[in-house]
Structure formats: structure tokens, C-alpha cells
């Protein structure tokens, strides 16, 4: 993580029972310009007051910093830094102690193992690593008391980290944009000054596709869940057929990988079933052989496929999705994702 | 459809030709915006004088195999968008060869087509075969009319083997207009997906001079 920016009061996106969910400002940050982080923050309010003019002040703070990160974990484990912190407007003796500690979907000997019954004083934080297993998503929840000369509070938190959404399906039409960030400026004769600013490529792509009512419910839910969350979404002009049987590591591909674009930059791979869509397999790329036509992925293929269809795939933000009805019981589905592609 | 091979006299270490072939070119005629400039008392300064009009041509391509898309990703990484410049040979800019001069064989007499008033000094001259997709380029040294009927085209290298109604274009310097490149896919079908692209170029005749 690159900056961490502090949040202002302008950016409340959720009240309630004391819990006060901050959207930062610079949200999307580009860190090398590879994963897009979606950066929350969420601090735990003890005590708010009004001042003369009537506006609610928050000065008792305990600071989960940032509490929701989407970011590329889908296949790899992941060390993932955060940081807890007791934020005092008044320097008083305000402890916090973290008293409980709740670890859902957390594999391995990993997180808060040093924090339980932990006692921040007044701008005290701990800079924690949360190891990130391969499957599943993350919550931790917890419990923390706040100690004042007079009173002592007990107060819940929450931490979550939650997967990348992969969207499998085939569209029936789509567009892909390929954009070069560039700056072009003149001189004093008017001659022109160009220079790329990425040497990686901004990819968006559209895709179109035709619904059934019976399919209509599915892409609801996928799309719904996938809001705001970073969606691996098939490249649908970058397919491929097997040659043989697709049962191992190992993918030998009928197409001369020589001619495929974005094989030299992504790191994923979607086999869909042309008849089944629904059924799918996922998996990391490893390494490229152009020579042999041959694919190596990480996982090795667990399922069958009557008429497999072989992507290429990318981590994708979220741009866009709406769903109109056409006709009787037909709806045209359109959905509009991006991404900075690179290894 | 791609050009496959390129005859030149092209000089410059750094060549680049567009080789894509496209099915419809259409020129707009907007003109490069070149910046006013309004004085200190208010008095509107022209300054175009200072650079030479470049046209805005837009092209629609048509890719019909996986050789011809990633040519053009290709070209289009190469090119960092609309940063590095190349020769774009427009297919559009018809002149029609009528015969050679008997005297000089790097000389040729065309229809007359208003072309010495549109030479800017920097093009160069394309002559694609469709037999075996090739292109020929040869540098043009100036154009004057002859008469109402027919112009004189003055090559600095000899061009061979044309015939009459032979079509010969213009091969001129530019860059893609904008910083990206949008391909539009009809169908999915393994193989067999209709995709298109429609490309704005801009022509830039100061460094078309350098080249």
C-alpha cells in the first residue's frame, strides 16, 4: 500500500450504532498501475458531542484502517497490511483494549495473535498482516474496550476482506477499447509534443448478451454481488479450442499463441462449456510455451466439458451493468468493465 | 487484408507503414484546430502560417482473422497510441495513371485531378498490387499540370509494370488521432467473429518532411 489517506467528514457512507463507514476520496489508487485497491476506511465512534452551532463532533476513535479492500487474491495467498489505531482528539487516559477476537474463514496461524487483550493508548496503532488463504473471503470480528477515568465501554468491529467476482459467461456481442494514457502538448511553433505516460494499456471492454427470463434472476445476483468489487471477466475476443483432452496442468491449444495479444499480459484462464455455461473452470496461468502451443496453469482441471472454450482472463473493475427487457420474456444485458492489463 | 510486402526507396532507419487495408476511407475535412492567438489590444492573430494544414482522415477496417486483430493491437502498442508517427499509404486519394513520358522514365502523366494544388512536397507515391498484396512506394519530387486534362507526376525513383486505370494513392505522415482503439465484435463464434474498427489518422506534414 502505497498512502493512506485520513477521511473527512463529508464522506459518510453508512450510520449506525455508532459505526461510521468512511468512502475514501481517492479511492482508487494505482499502485504500479497492476491491481486497482479499493480503499475504505471504518472507525468505531465511543462518544459524540454538539458544539454552539448545533454540529455533531466525534472525538473518541478507534481506527480500522482500511476495513474492505477488493484486490487481485484470487489464486494466490496473499499478505495483506492494515492497520489498527486509537484515535484521541484529547489526550486523555483513553485505553482501548481489544478484549475478543473472531476469525472467520482465516486458514493458517495468522492475524491478532499479539492484539488480544492488546491496550492502545491515546494515537497508538499496530501495523498487522492478515495472511490471505486461497479460498474463501475473510472477516474478522472482534470486540474492544474502551477505558475512561469514568466509564468503560464495550464496542464490536469488524474486519473483512472479500474476493474478486468471476463472471463467466459468453457474450453474444462485445467491444474492447485499448487505451494508451498519453500527453500531447505543443511548442512554440506549434510543433506537437507526444510521450506516452503508461507503457500498459487501459482495456474496456463491453460485453452484450441476449437473456432468457429463466437467466435473468442469475446475472441479477452475479452483477449485484459484484458491485463495486473487482470481477474476472473473460477477454472474449482472446478464445481458445483444446487439442486434447483437458484433464491435467497443461493446455494444448489448437491456435498459434503467436497471434494472441493479451496472452503476454494476463495471468488467468476461464474454460467455459459452450452448452453449459455454468459450468466452468478457473485457474492461474503459470507459463506460456508459443512454441508448442501449450498452457500451464496452476490448478489441475477437475471437471469435464462437452465443447470447452478457453479464455483468457483479467481482473476487472466494475463499470457498468443494466439490463433492459427487449420483448416478451427477452432482455438485452449489457455490462462495461476496466482495467489496466500487465503482469 | 494485409499488405505483405513493401517495395521502397524509404531512407529512414525508422520506416513504419500502416499495412492494414481498409474497406471505406472517408477524409473529414475539419482541419487540424491551429491556436489564434488574440493580441495584447485585443487583435485576433492568425498563426496558422506557421504550420501546414494536416488532413483528418478516418478509416474503417474490417478484421477478419486473428493475424490481421493482432496486427493491429500490435501496431497500435507499437505506436504507444497516439504518440509515434508512421506512413499511411490512402487508399482513397485516387491518381489515375495515363501514361509514361517517353523521354524520362521517372516521369508519368495522370488525369488531372487538382493533385499539384494538394501536394504538400513530403508525400510519396503507393502503388498497391492486389495480385500479390504488395505495395510499391516511391518518393514524388513535385507535380505540375500539363494541361486542363492531365498532370505530370515526377518520381525520384523509376516505378515499373503500370497499366492504364491503374490507381495509384498517396502515402502520407501522421499519427492515430485518438489514444485509443475501440474493436467491435458481432459474433463469438470460434474463428469466425465479424470484427471491425473505425481509426481516425491525422496527417502531420512537419514531420512527414523529416522523415
Known amino acids: 500500500m502505497n498512502t493512506i489517506n485520513y477521511l473527512n467528514i463529508g464522506n459518510i457512507i453508512n450510520y449506525s450504532n455508532n459505526i461510521f463507514e468512511f468512502n475514501l476520496n481517492k479511492a482508487n489508487i494505482l499502485n504500479n498501475i497492476k491491481y486497482t485497491y479499493n480503499i475504505n476506511a471504518k472507525y468505531y465512534t465511543i462518544r459524540r458531542f454538539k458544539n454552539v452551532a448545533g454540529i455533531e463532533i466525534f472525538f473518541e476513535q478507534f481506527w480500522i484502517n482500511p476495513s474492505y479492500i477488493d484486490f487481485g487474491i484470487i489464486t494466490k495467498e496473499v499478505n495483506q497490511n492494515f492497520i489498527l489505531q486509537n484515535r484521541f482528539v484529547f489526550f486523555d487516559k483513553k485505553i482501548i483494549t481489544i478484549d475478543k477476537i473472531e476469525e472467520i474463514g482465516v486458514s493458517t496461524e495468522t492475524i491478532f495473535p499479539n492484539i488480544l487483550n492488546k491496550v492502545f493508548y491515546p494515537y497508538e496503532y499496530v501495523n498487522m498482516t492478515l495472511n490471505i488463504p486461497i479460498n474463501g473471503d475473510i472477516k474478522v470480528n472482534g470486540e474492544f474496550i474502551f477505558n475512561d477515568t469514568t466509564q468503560s465501554i464495550t464496542n464490536s468491529f469488524s474486519y473483512s476482506l472479500i474476493r474478486a467476482v468471476i463472471i463467466p459467461f459468453i457474450p453474444d456481442e462485445y467491444s474492447e477499447i485499448v487505451k494508451y494514457l498519453t500527453s500531447i502538448s505543443r511548442t512554440r511553433t506549434l510543433k506537437e509534443q507526444r510521450r506516452p505516460i503508461s507503457d500498459l494499456p487501459l482495456l474496456e471492454i463491453t460485453y452484450n448478451k441476449k437473456l432468457r427470463e429463466s437467466d435473468l434472476d442469475k446475472f441479477i445476483n452475479i452483477v449485484e454481488y459484484g458491485q463495486g468489487k473487482v470481477l474476472v471477466c473473460p477477454i472474449t475476443s482472446e478464445n481458445f479450442t483444446p487439442s486434447s483432452t483437458l484433464n491435467s496442468n497443461q493446455i494444448i491449444v489448437n491456435q498459434n499463441l503467436n497471434n494472441y495479444f493479451f496472452i503476454d499480459y494476463v495471468n488467468y484462464l476461464i474454460i467455459i462449456d459452450e452448452q453449459n455455461q455454468d459450468n466452468y473452470f478457473f485457474s492461474e496461468i503459470t507459463s506460456v510455451d508459443k512454441t508448442t502451443n501449450t498452457i500451464y496453469i496452476k490448478n489441475i482441471i477437475n471437471k469435464t466439458f462437452n465443447k470447452p472454450i478457453i479464455f483468457l482472463a483479467n481482473l476487472f473493475m466494475y463499470k457498468d451493468f443494466n439490463i433492459e427487457q427487449q420483448d416478451y420474456k427477452t432482455y438485452n444485458m449489457t455490462l462495461g468493465v476496466s482495467s489496466y492489463v500487465g503482469k | ?211
Open chain 2, 1 to 211: 487484408m494485409l499488405v505483405n510486402n513493401i517495395n521502397t526507396t524509404l531512407t529512414s532507419a525508422s520506416y513504419n507503414i500502416f499495412k492494414l487495408i481498409p474497406t471505406k476511407t472517408q477524409y473529414l475535412i475539419s482541419y487540424r484546430n491551429i491556436q489564434d492567438v488574440v493580441s495584447f489590444l485585443g487583435t485576433r492573430t492568425v498563426v496558422n502560417q506557421l504550420a501546414r494544414k494536416g488532413k483528418i482522415i478516418e478509416m474503417e477496417f474490417f478484421l477478419s482473422s486473428d493475424v490481421e486483430r493482432f496486427y493491429l493491437l500490435d501496431f497500435f502498442r507499437q505506436v504507444r497510441g497516439n504518440v509515434g508517427g508512421f506512413w499511411l499509404p490512402v487508399y482513397a486519394s485516387d491518381i489515375r495513371f495515363y501514361d509514361y513520358d517517353a523521354n524520362n522514365n521517372t516521369q508519368f502523366i495522370v488525369y488531372h485531378n487538382n493533385l499539384f494544388k494538394s501536394f504538400l512536397g513530403y508525400e510519396h507515391l503507393v502503388y498497391y498490387n492486389p495480385n500479390d498484396y504488395s505495395l510499391t512506394v516511391r518518393k514524388i519530387q513535385s507535380i505540375v499540370e500539363i494541361d486542363s486534362n492531365f498532370e505530370k507526376v515526377i518520381l525520384e525513383d523509376t516505378i515499373l509494370n503500370l497499366t492504364k486505370d491503374t490507381n495509384l494513392h498517396k502515402l502520407i505522415y501522421g499519427r492515430f488521432l485518438d489514444s485509443d482503439l475501440q474493436i467491435q465484435y458481432k459474433t463469438t463464434a470460434q474463428d469466425k467473429y465479424i470484427a471491425s474498427a473505425v481509426l481516425k489518422f491525422i496527417e502531420l506534414p512537419e514531420e512527414g518532411v523529416l522523415q
